[in-house]
Nanobody, 124 residues
Framework: VQLQASGGGLVQAGGSLELSCLVSGLSISSSSGGWFRQAPGKEREFVAAIREYNGATRYSGSVKGRFTISRDNTKNTLYLRMNSLKPDDTAVYYC??????????????????WGKGTQVTVSS
């Protein structure tokens, strides 16, 4: 299983970005997908997750209402649409997948496969 994240970059506060995560070796329609982020000097933190089959979503409180996780089963790709970006959103963003939903989806240790990360920098 391989995950390739892309779409990061430099954006001004209030701007938008969309991250993509191309997954190979595993069908995302029958897997849970997630996004985490890690800022310098901080632990990796949960951002958003989408459940297999029914597509139910979960978000951290800090991004709820601004970020949207989605997937395109035909492209086997996860997305994270980020609007109203803030300097505090600056981090390396990682996508992750696991075979089935876990009630502890917000904990990085419960995800099976990870992408290498893509840098998002939000300037003030």
């Amino acid at each position: 299983v391989q995950l390739q994240a892309s779409g990061g970059g430099l954006v001004q506060a209030g701007g938008s970005l969309e991250l993509s995560c191309l997954v190979s070796g595993l069908s995302i329609s029958s897997s849970s997908g997630g996004w985490f982020r890690q800022a310098p000097g901080k632990e990796r933190e949960f951002v958003a997750a989408i459940r297999e089959y029914n597509g139910a979503t979960r978000y951290s409180g800090s991004v709820k209402g601004r970020f949207t996780i989605s997937r395109d089963n035909t492209k086997n790709t996860l997305y994270l649409r980020m609007n109203s970006l803030k300097p505090d959103d600056t981090a390396v963003y990682y996508c992750a997948v696991r075979s089935y939903w876990s009630v502890r989806y917000y904990e990085a240790q419960y995800w099976d496969y990870w992408g290498k990360g893509t840098q998002v920098t939000v300037s003030s």
